[in-house]
Structures are given as C-alpha cells and as structure tokens.
C-alpha cells in the first residue's frame, strides 16, 4: 500500500488558509526602506539673507544767497567776457580778482568778484604806479548815488524793463538816427563780441553806474574814450536784431535797473 503524503489529504478549504497564511508570512519577511531624515541643521547654519539698502534720500536744495555788492553769482549762458564787459571790467581783471586757472570755465551759481579788492589799489612794489584815468568832463552822477540820465534818442518805447526777460528797454527808431551817451562817462568796451547784443557801446560812470548802448549800425567811439553826456557815441541800426532799434541798459553795482527810473518823463 502506498503511503500518503502530506498534504494529499487537505480539503479545498484547507488549502485556501494554507496560502493565505504563507503571503502574509511573505510580506512580513520583505525588508522596509528607512524613512528619509530631513536634516534640520543646515537650515540652521544657513547665512541670514543680506539686508536690502534703501534709497538714499536725496537732499533738500540749497538755498543759493543772492550775491553781495561787488560781487556777481554766474547765471546760464554767462561767460566770463560778458560779465566783465557787463561790468564795466575787463576779463583779465575778473581773472585776477578771482584766482581763475581756465577763464572759459566758469560754473552757474559761481560767486565772482566784479570790484576789485581793497589790495588791487595799490600798485605792486616792483612796478611803477600807472597814471589816473581823467576824471569824466561833467560828470553826471551825485553823490547819493542817482544817476541823472537823457534820452539816448527818441523813439517811441517798444518794450520796457522786467528784470527777466528785457534788461533794459527797446527805443525804435531809423537807420543811422545818432545815439548819444546818456551820461559822461569813458568807454570801457565798444564792440560786437557779446552775442545777442550786436555792435555794442558800454559807458562807465563812476564806480557804481554803467549805461550800454546795443545794436548799433555804426560805432563812434572806441574803448577808452571819454565822452560827454549828449556826444554821439553810434548810428542805431539792427545788428543781432530783427529790427532797427536801441537796446538800452543802465546797470548799478553791476545788476540790471529799470532806466526809466533815472531817465526824464517825456
């Protein structure tokens, strides 16, 4: 008789539980993967993020002090030439006065003295004192420092003074009508080297008043010259102009003033 083997007499059932029991046993076997570790410490030893710099905060403007007597403080399109000539000074003075290594480089807003200093007077030890300049015949200008002026012609007013945009008047009139000086005085430049004003007369007065005289046809007169209150010193024309006119200026300490102030009524 052949023996049984084991197993050969399990019912269906039984076999059903066997191989339920050998898959559990077969997971609880497989090896586990460890679970990942998040490692806390380099988030701990990290650099802190750098600060983000704000904006400088620009400063508030400077407040710019209007210039002293004697002194003139530069303005757009100025050059050393046409202050000085505005000043009845030449531009080597200006360069002396104010220590200027370069004088085609000047800035806006920069201080500059127009009058020359208390040391200018005196003459340097090692060079003669040059002659006094003659005194203006019939000067013109009182001591109170208001300048008795004429008319330099007598045209109708087309434009008067308003210390921003006319710094003087404009006075019509016909080409080659005389100009005459509205005060004694000796010419301290004559000339067509200032732009906007065409051919150019400047009178000097006395140490605070000057008149100019612009867009002249013809010049009478030469740098240097003294000239009497009511001498032809142009012809009118309209250079630098675009009509025939005369630009008339009077400057006190250098700065622009209204002329009809100093002129008669008429």
């Known amino acids: 008789m052949r023996a049984n083997l084991p197993g050969h007499g399990l019912t269906t059932a039984q076999r059903g539980v066997c191989a339920m029991a050998l898959c559990v046993l077969s997971a609880c076997a497989t090896r586990l993967d460890p679970a990942p570790i998040t490692d806390l410490s380099a988030h701990a030893n990290a650099p802190a993020p750098a600060p983000v710099n ?133 010419v301290v430049y004559a000339g067509n080297g200032l732009r906007g004003y065409g051919n150019l007369v400047i009178v000097k007065s006395d140490a605070a008043f000057l008149t100019a005289y612009a867009h002249n046809r013809d010049l009478k007169v030469k740098e240097g010259d003294s000239v009497t209150k009511g001498e032809e010193i142009a012809e009118m024309g309209k250079t630098d102009a675009d009509r025939v006119m005369l630009h008339f200026e009077v400057r006190h300490d250098g700065k622009p003033v209204d002329p009809l102030r100093y002129l008669p009524p008429r």
């Open 54 to 186: 704000a904006a400088p905060v620009a400063p508030p403007p400077v407040a710019i002090e209007p210039a002293r007597p004697g002194y003139y403080r530069v303005q757009p399109g100025d050059t050393l030439l046409r202050i000085a000539r505005s000043n009845g000074r030449s531009d080597h003075d200006l360069v002396a006065w104010n220590n200027l290594a370069d004088a085609n480089h000047i800035e806006v807003n920069q201080l500059l003295r127009v009058a020359p200093p208390a040391s200018a007077n005196a003459a340097p030890a090692d060079e003669p004192a040059p002659a006094p300049a003659p005194a203006p015949a019939s000067a013109s200008v009182p001591d109170n420092g208001v300048i008795a002026l004429s008319w330099p012609v007598h045209g109708p007013l087309l434009r008067r003074f308003d210390d921003t945009r006319n710094k003087g008047i404009d006075i019509g009139g016909n080409p080659g009508e005389p100009v005459r000086a509205a005060a004694s005085g000796r």
